[in-house]
């Protein structure tokens, strides 16, 4: 048997590879499509054996481009002066939520920057409304580190899961992307809290980003293995134009497509999102990344006027096929790769594995 085939299949049987082993499998597949096909399909497999042809929607509300950090890499930092700053009130937010019930959705994704004008009480009390508007619906918060308690306030008020990348598993890579007030530690322990709190809780890193080496990608799947989320979100780093990294080089739509594989084999359950940067990076990405392993979108709902202005990267898709109001096109699209869109809360199942 063929070394990475033999590794492909250690992973799919322990769930796990040691990071000399991802790294060895890692720079094979970008030299051996084979492999790479054989990669995909046995995660592929594992997908529909948990899942079927189920694809999980969630309404996206990009409610504030306010960000108290200044990460190198995005769009929204702070020190981007012309980025067009805008924040939702609670009207409008419950407005988008309307809107993306109607179409079907059953998860609203409340994300943001840091900003801190919205209070922990004014966001409890955002959390409450929807939480009693829609009974059924589940929340999901991505707005940043906060205090533990905070995170308890607003998992009390009814949200369900938050997402937040680690970005990189490795402390001095964390350094080289974000300032110095920002620590990896403590990110991890935000991670480590929100579990514990009883979030379904979601991470992941981009692919590509400044300074990456493959050994930093086998520490994120490391780190991964060890913390057990129910949400992965990966997407290839883009640049923007308005950062310090503007004349870095994108991410690789290959490899991002090979680390979903990798994920799904290593967590058979985990809500793995085919994210907007693959779906910007390439005009099938969504679609690709469904087929790498995927089993959600995260379709925009945020109001269409704003959209424009939340600008992680540069070309950001918003106003498409994958934007909420278009989702009949998103249904064809995924109907045409033989899955279909549900409507359903799509929460994590612990399951057998
Ligand atoms: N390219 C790709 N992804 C980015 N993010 C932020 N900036 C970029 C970029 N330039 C990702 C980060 C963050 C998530 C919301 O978006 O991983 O956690």
Redesign the pocket.
Known sequence: MGKLIDLISRLKENRYLEPEEFVTLLNGLEENPEDASFLQHEARETALHHFGKDIYIRGLIEFTNFCRND?F????RKSNLNAVRYHLSKSTILECCRIGYDLGFRTFVL?GGEDMSYTDHAMTDIIASIRRAYPDCAITL?VGEREKATYQEWFDAGANRY???H?TADPEHYRKLHPMRLRSEHRMQCLRDLKSIGYQTGT???VG?PFQTTEHLAKDLQFIHKFEPEMI?I??????SE?P?KNCA??SMQRTLHLISILRLMRPNALIPS?T?LGTIHPEGRELGILAGANVVMPNLSPLDVRKNYL???NKICTGEEAAESIDKLKERICRIGYRIVTDRGDYKKGDV
């Open positions: 990460c890499y995005c769009g929204i994300q991505s997402l937040l990348r970005e992941g890193f981009m980003s979100g997407g290839p780093f883009l640049p923007h950062t990294f994108p991410g994210t940067a992680l990267y540069d």
